[in-house]
């Protein structure tokens, strides 16, 4: 006789329709009824489908054997002489003591449905008609002059500072091919491994141009190459250690990357992108605590932000974006979206000619000011 216990990888919150059960590790949502609190609440251990009849007021082997069959379906329960275990039941376990915080974070973010821009951009602006948004920037300023120390103006005067100033996200992009050595240069200061150190008690861990919690490096990368100089159309993984590219998927159409950049397929029209996965496991083996996710996400954006320098740097049009079709892309690369799942995209092209910058495909005006060096002044407010 099967036994049946409670997922470990189920959260409960209220919504408007009622209790939701999420099954963080299925991604499903079931709307819970008192009778199903009362089975899971009784299969905190593992018991028989009459054990269970027994510990949940009011039920009957005809009314309960169908609710287990449907718990067991929506992942809420756990069957002892299961067939195969889920898959995904198994990967969701590995991530021990990151459960469920966070689990569910990373499942309950995925996927999403994205609005169209220009839709977005209109809810946005009668949105800032009705409730203006919060201020770009605080003051904790205090009444005394005597408790404010003014700064001397930063030094401007350095390369750095020069590419920083001059770091933007484009969203118009120039035609050209990308050179493979630009592209080599790119992913090595970015991604590559710079050097080794051999720490005691750890092993031999990696160096690299951007900070890792604990030097654990999650963070790998897939290059998306439509038009390089000198390289096949495809998909490609970055080899850190070897700096070297290894194809994994020949050809690639405009249609199959716009798939994975919903709403934002000007970025198909890129030579190169390349996205950002984490091995979670490389964190979670040091860190066993789910506070941990955060450095992952912290490191990725580390790594987004070097790259848009070092594109900034050789003149190119660089770009980022977090707004991915999740499962459609991790099915391009060949991760599982638990154990490695993409967060990140960055991309890179020429510039189009004669701009100095190009925020947004089909905007009919830019900004009404851009002022080099903004709102440095009291309150650190740009004059209306």
């Known amino acids: 006789m099967p036994c049946y216990r409670r997922s470990p990888h189920v959260v409960a919150y209220w919504q408007a329709d009622g ?3 999420h099954q963080f590790a299925r991604g499903t949502r079931t709307v819970a009824a ?5 089975v899971l609440d009784a299969a905190r251990a593992w018991r028989s489908a009459d054990e269970l009849t027994a510990a949940v007021p009011g039920a009957s082997p005809a009314t309960l054997q169908p609710l287990l069959r449907a718990l067991v379906r929506r992942g809420l329960l756990e069957v002892s002489r299961a067939a195969m275990p889920d898959a995904r039941d198994a990967a969701a376990a590995e991530w021990g003591a ?3 915080a966070a689990g569910f974070f990373h499942d309950a973010t995925r996927d999403v449905a994205f609005s169209p821009r220009r839709l977005a951009n209109a809810a946005l602006r009668t949105r800032a008609r009705e409730a203006p948004p919060p201020i ?16 001397p103006p930063p030094a401007l005067d350095s390369e750095l500072a020069t590419t920083l100033r001059a770091r933007r996200s484009w969203r118009r992009l120039g035609q050209g091919a990308l050179p493979l050595a630009t592209l080599s240069t790119l992913l090595g200061l970015t991604w590559g491994v710079q050097a080794w150190v051999d720490v005691d008690g750890f092993g031999w861990m990696p160096l690299k141009t951007a900070p890792s919690g604990g030097a654990r490096h999650a963070i790998e990368a897939y290059v998306a190459v439509r038009r390089v100089s000198g390289l096949a159309p495809g998909i490609y993984h970055y080899e850190a250690a070897s700096h070297r590219l290894v194809r994994l998927r020949r050809g690639l159409p405009a249609r199959t990357l716009a798939a994975c950049v919903p709403h934002q397929t000007w970025m198909a029209g890129a030579p190169a992108m390349v996205f950002m996965t984490a091995v979670f496991a490389r964190a979670q083996w040091r860190y066993q605590t789910p506070r941990a996710y955060r450095t992952v996400l912290a490191e990725v954006g580390h790594h987004a ?20 079709a999740d499962t459609v892309t991790e099915r391009l690369l060949g991760v599982d979206g638990r154990r490695e799942a993409v967060l990140y995209a960055v991309g890179v092209a020429t510039r189009p000619p004669g701009a100095a910058w190009a925020p947004w495909p089909h905007t009919r005006r ?11 002044g009291p309150g650190g407010i740009p004059d209306p």
């Open 19 to 21: 209790l939701v059960l």
């Open 34 to 38: 008192p009778a199903v609190v009362a």
């Open 98 to 100: 990151w459960n469920p």
């Open 136 to 151: 770009a920037v605080s003051s904790r300023a205090a009444a005394l002059p005597a408790d404010v120390c003014i700064l």
């Open 305 to 324: 932000q070097t790259f848009c320098l070092l594109a900034t740097g050789q003149a190119l049009a660089p770009f980022c974006t977090m707004a991915l």
């Open 366 to 376: 830019l900004p009404r000011r851009l002022d080099r060096v903004p709102g440095v």
